[in-house]
């Protein structure tokens, strides 16, 4: 451990009126409490006294028994050691016992707080621990010295960082106290040359703050960015330290007058409540300040309501909605949608008569404990649920899971166990550190999924399918087709399209849509353990056929290459042959059709007339048809709701009569709309053969957004056959609408 002392650039409370706000846990009282002195072996030492205390005021009945003894063998092992400031080295671990006792943490993790470095800096061994205080006490011991040892130089920070979170395990009791840890470690950092300070603060702004704010310790956090910003922005430090003096000094106070109006709503309308000032803290009022512009006083602080009941928090909402002017758009529903962090909060703000605008937030006594504490108000664990004092003995060496472990960091150890390499676990978890914010979209199943600011659909199927997205096809996004790329926003309700294929391979480009860790390291892994995928991909891209691979256009089903149509794949849609007609807008799709090649055949009453099929409509039995005389004796054939035909009408040209000979044979060009997937091609192909369809031809255009699109001119026995030949290609994973070919309107 370092040996530091107190850093006079520390922020500390500010003299005179601000005193007032201190509304939130202080965590810098008795930071460096009095040592041992004489005291007998059936008491607590008065040095521990402050951290009996503060355990107390959170559970009134545990046993200190086990701090007692904890405290005598870390006194006497660590006796005649010095931290560089000069003091006794023992009062670094009470500093940081007495910090995790502040926010209420249990008996078992105070224990392994007061011992967390004398295996490390003593003679006490690991065992000796586990049998003098259990195994809980010597799990927490033995991963708090595992952290000790990680380097976080630069060099060395994507491995040892991935270490540290094994070492931590499934227990975030361990990252409590070396948050706790950190805290006092920078408290008193004034003592290292200006260098390490700077190396020191940028990896807990980097790695230990981000930690802080996911596991929910807004007290340690909000200490850390202070502690922070006064070593690396001293100048802005200070300039913010003025305007909070400066603002302190004001003989009025809107936070106040505002608290008092307040309190007389409340309690008018019966409802019990405790209304406090909470004042920015420095790095708040810096953000604030570059935000806004010129401070007013409403800006240093803000007001909170705790009451006893979720019910009171809404009457709460609703009585100052209703008696004071409300600022609708600051209205955030953190309690009916928790943060992932745990945090639940009503938010709001209300209006001053001289334009100033005061921030509220209302929650129980209980979130607000949650709020200041994250995961350190959770207690044990591993408590018996028939005695939550009551610790359960577990094997060190066990597999641990945590019931109360905050879903984030569920997923942080889920990647770091699935990531290919550390660099690639450290590259994505310092992107998800860097979000500032979360957004909420619902399942329609009416579950949630928590996100990043910017997340897309690939990211929410990650988080809902871990690697069994890898048969994602497409999502509907507020009801409406979506493609996997579609950026998500807050409260959107996200319908993930599956495949049944559990072979399903994910696609390369998703990399560019992905910013979860989740998604990105579980497509890297994919794309690291199948290199030969990665090759043929490209060579599909080099030949051409952009969507499916090279093999699938070179040998797609196997029944099509037996009839001989080795050609019938081009990679971009046909384009209108010379031959078409004025009349047939857009061109014939696929091969330009000739008088001798017709299926179905159409009678018209036209001595000496040609038929021809429109390519625009592709019509076929029983379709209601009508004609148009074109040059050289052709009569062209459309659907009577082509708008060709409504084109031609329009501009005054006769309609032929036509109708449907004996022959129920037909010609057909089929529209496939898609999402692109490997092995799409020869799966769809393959569907139509089996319904008896010939493909005279076939086009996939390259993909858009993921999307492809697929033109096929078919040969049908039967043209009763064409509904079931569109409902069996509608049923092939990956596409989702299929239709008769219809030149859009102009």
């Not at 004398?118 to 621990?129: C, G, K, N, R, S």
Request: hydrophobic share 40%.
């Amino acid at each position: 451990m370092s040996a530091e002392a107190t850093n006079p650039a520390t922020p500390g409370p500010v003299a005179g009126p601000a005193a007032r706000w201190r509304a939130r846990i202080d965590l810098r009282r008795l930071g460096r409490a009095a040592l041992l002195g004489p005291a007998a072996r059936d008491r607590l030492p008065d040095a521990i006294g402050h951290v009996a205390e503060a355990h107390r005021a959170h559970y009134p009945d545990a046993d200190l028994e086990p701090l007692r003894r904890a405290w005598v063998l870390a006194e006497s092992s660590h006796r005649g050691q010095m931290r560089k400031s000069g003091e006794p080295y023992i009062t670094h671990p009470l500093a940081v016992t007495l910090i995790l006792a502040e926010l209420g943490a249990e008996t078992t993790t105070l224990t392994a707080s007061l011992l967390h470095d004398t295996v490390e800096d003593t003679e006490v061994t690991l065992d000796q621990v586990g049998e003098e205080f259990g195994a809980e006490v010597r799990f927490l011991v033995d991963g708090v010295t595992k952290l000790e040892k990680v380097d976080y130089g630069a060099a060395a920070e994507p491995e040892t960082f991935r270490k540290m979170l094994v070492a931590t395990g499934n227990d975030v009791r361990v990252m409590s106290i070396k948050l706790a840890d950190r805290l006092h470690n920078m408290r008193t950092l004034g003592v290292m040359r200006p260098e390490k300070q700077a190396r020191i603060a940028k990896v807990t702004r980097d790695v230990l703050i981000p930690l802080a704010e996911r596991l929910g310790v807004q007290a340690l956090k909000t200490e850390l960015e202070d502690l922070v910003f006064a070593i690396l922005h001293p100048e802005e430090y200070e300039h913010t330290r003025e305007l909070i003096v400066d603002n302190a000094s004001r003989a009025d106070d809107p936070l106040a007058e505002i608290a008092d109006e307040v309190r007389g709503v409340l309690r008018e309308a019966g409802i019990p409540a405790e209304v406090v000032i909470r004042p920015r803290h420095f790095v708040s009022v810096h953000r604030t300040a570059r935000k806004r512009g010129r401070l007013r006083g409403a800006d240093f602080g803000r007001l909170l309501v705790l009451v006893g009941e979720d019910a009171d928090c809404y009457a709460v909402l609703g009585e100052l909605h209703t008696c004071m002017t409300p600022v609708v758009s600051e209205f955030k529903d953190f309690i009916a949608v928790p943060k992932f962090n745990l945090y639940q909060s009503l938010h709001t703000a209300v209006a001053r008569g001289d334009g100033q605008v005061v921030e509220v937030l209302i929650r129980t006594h209980q979130m607000h404990k949650v709020a200041e504490a994250g995961v350190v108000a959770l207690g044990n664990p591993y408590a018996s649920p028939s005695d939550p004092s009551e610790e359960q003995s577990a094997n060190p060496d066990e597999e641990r899971v945590d019931p109360t472990r905050p879903g984030w960091l569920s997923r942080l150890l889920d990647w770091q166990a699935a990531a290919p390499d550390a660099d690639t676990f450290w590259s994505t978890l310092r992107e998800d550190l860097a979000q500032d914010r979360e957004i909420t979209v619902f399942r329609p199943d009416g579950g949630t999924l928590g996100l990043p600011e910017g997340a897309t659909c690939v990211d929410a199927a990650y988080a809902q399918y871990g690697e069994d997205a890898h048969a994602c096809l497409g999502a509907r996004v507020n009801g409406r087709l979506a493609t996997l790329s579609t950026v998500l926003r807050d409260g959107d309700t996200v319908q993930l399209l599956m495949g049944q294929d559990p072979a399903a391979e994910p696609s390369k480009e998703w990399l560019e849509h992905a910013h979860t860790p989740a998604a990105r390291i579980a497509i890297q892994r994919w794309i690291a353990t199948h290199p030969s995928h990665e090759a043929s991909e490209e060579a599909g891209e080099r030949s051409g056929t952009t969507g499916v691979t090279a093999e699938e256009a070179q040998g797609a089903p196997a029944a099509q290459a037996a009839r001989g149509d080795t050609n019938s794949f081009r990679p971009s849609a046909a384009e209108p042959s010379a031959a078409d007609t004025p009349d047939s807008v857009g061109g014939n799709i696929g091969e330009p059709q000739s008088p001798d090649d017709q299926a179905a055949v159409a009678v018209v009453d036209q001595p000496g007339a040609t038929v021809r099929l429109a390519g625009c409509c592709t019509p076929v039995p029983p379709d209601e048809i009508t004609g148009f005389a074109v040059r050289g004796g052709v009569v062209t054939v459309h659907r009577v709701e082509c708008d060709a035909v409504t084109r031609m009408k329009d501009a005054g040209r006769k309609e032929v009569g036509v109708r449907w000979g004996d022959t129920a044979e037909c010609r057909v060009t089929l529209f496939a709309e898609s999402f692109g997937r490997p092995h799409l091609l020869a799966d769809l192909t393959e569907a139509m053969a089996g319904e008896g369809a010939e493909i005279v031809s076939a086009t996939v255009e390259p993909p858009s957004q993921q999307r492809v699109r697929h033109t096929y001119t078919v040969q049908l026995p039967d043209a009763a056959q064409l509904p079931a030949l569109m409902r069996a290609m509608r049923n092939v994973a990956g596409v989702y609408d299929v239709s008769r070919a219809q030149t859009p309107a102009v």
